[in-house]
Each structure stands twice: as structure tokens, then as C-alpha cells.
């Protein structure tokens, strides 16, 4: 049974351009939340997504969307990246948000 | 303001000692979910526990155990005989009715066992 998977591992980028990251929930899970852990702190929430519709969004600017498919996988993109931008962004899935969150190794990227 | 307060940033002990991480939340909902997890240096946040806020007993599994005290706002993680694979970044998590459940991390404690 594969867990959370993300992809890619790791990506560099320079300022200004934008960014898609990608995650597969674990199976049997219909909800994905998007965290961004920046170096030395705790993950933070970004949003989450059910039913392929935004349900809760955290403290980010609309420079960070996502999107939810029918098979439950979802993205996170990122426009005009900042050098603030780079941090290690988790994807965590569950059934029906209030559920445990399982989390995927990650996307490390790294704005230049 | 922050919601979950690790006090601990950093922690050294031998192994075979016990120590003991702790957690203070914040809260006006009565509805909540209070999480440990554990980060390696690999990254991936591995869940390790979690307790609603109507259930206020101990928890124990091998050599971890939780103490939930709504009195005063803790929920604490105790690791008995560390061992040198204990070594990681131990997030503390909130999880409330009111915002839909996302998880509000503290800031982290980075354990440190050696042999």
C-alpha cells in the first residue's frame, strides 16, 4: 500500500517564475492539505482540498493555488517566486479533513 | 499568536536516559485534536499520536508514552530508554473544530540521543 508520494524531490528555481508541485494521496484517502515548512520552523498550512474544492485556506497569498483531480491527487503551484518562497512543502492526506494527516517526504525548493 | 508552544528548542541526552518533550496549546474551541509527529533527517512527518480533546486519559505504546492534562493545557511526550534512533525533530500539532481541522505545528524540538 503506497503511502503519500510527491514529486518532484527537490527543484531550484530563480525569482520571478512559477512553480507546480505534485502530490498523490495515500490510497483510500479523499482529502490533501499542502503545508510549507520553511528551514528550523514547523510546517505551515496553506489550504486543503476535498471534492476537488478549496474547504480551508491558511495565512498565504493567492500567488499560491492549487487544484484537486477526480483520482483525489492534487497540485500546488506557486507564481512570481520570492527568495522567501523556498522551504520544504509537505502534502498531507486523509479521509475527510478532520482525520489524521499523513505526510509525504516532501518537495525541497529552492528559490535562487 | 502561536497556538502550540514547544519551549524546548533543543535537547541532548545519552541513551538509555529518559526524556521528556513538552507541549502547551491554545485553544477556545471544545473540539480539538492535539498531535505528536516525528520528523527525521529525511524529512517525512511521521504521525505518531493523536487525542481528542474529550479524552483526557495517558496513553502508552513500548517506549513512548503521553500525558493529556486539559488543566493545564499540556499534552506531553515522554520517551523511556532513548535510543540513538529516537534522534529526530518531534513536532507538536493542534488540530481545531473552528478551522477545519488544519494542523497548527508548534515550532519543533530537535532531540539529539548519543551512544
Known amino acids: 500500500d503506497a503511502g503519500v508520494t510527491q514529486s518532484p524531490t527537490h527543484l531550484i528555481k530563480t525569482r520571478g517564475q512559477q512553480v507546480t508541485l505534485r502530490c498523490s494521496p495515500k490510497s483510500g484517502h479523499d482529502t490533501v492539505s499542502w503545508y510549507q515548512q520553511a528551514l528550523g520552523q514547523g510546517p505551515q498550512f496553506i489550504f486543503q482540498?476535498?471534492?476537488?474544492?478549496?474547504?480551508q485556506r491558511g495565512n498565504f497569498p493567492d500567488r499560491f493555488s492549487g487544484h484537486q483531480f477526480p483520482n483525489y491527487s492534487s497540485e500546488l503551484n506557486v507564481n512570481a517566486l520570492l527568495l522567501g518562497d523556498s522551504a520544504l512543502y509537505l502534502c498531507?492526506?486523509?479521509?475527510?479533513?478532520?482525520?489524521?494527516?499523513?505526510f509525504g517526504a516532501g518537495t525541497r525548493l529552492s528559490v535562487l | 499568536a502561536q497556538k502550540v508552544t514547544q519551549a524546548q528548542t533543543e535537547i541532548s541526552v545519552v541513551e538509555k536516559e529518559d526524556v521528556t518533550l513538552d507541549c502547551v496549546y491554545e485553544t477556545r474551541d471544545t473540539t480539538y485534536y492535539l498531535f505528536w509527529y516525528k520528523q527525521p533527517p529525511s524529512g517525512e512527518l511521521v504521525f505518531l499520536i493523536r487525542r481528542n480533546s474529550f479524552d483526557e486519559q495517558n496513553e502508552i505504546s513500548g517506549r513512548y508514552s503521553w500525558n493529556f492534562q486539559k488543566s493545564t493545557s499540556s499534552f506531553n511526550f515522554t520517551i523511556t530508554a532513548s535510543q540513538v534512533v529516537d534522534s529526530a525533530v518531534y513536532f507538536c500539532?493542534?488540530?481545531?473544530?473552528?478551522?477545519?481541522?488544519?494542523?497548527?505545528f508548534g515550532k519543533g524540538t530537535s532531540l539529539l540521543v548519543t551512544p
Open positions: 498531507a492526506s486523509s479521509l475527510g479533513g478532520w482525520d489524521i494527516q499523513y
Open positions: 482540498y476535498y471534492e476537488e474544492e478549496e474547504r
Open positions: 500539532a493542534l488540530s481545531e473544530a473552528s478551522s477545519g481541522y488544519a494542523l497548527n
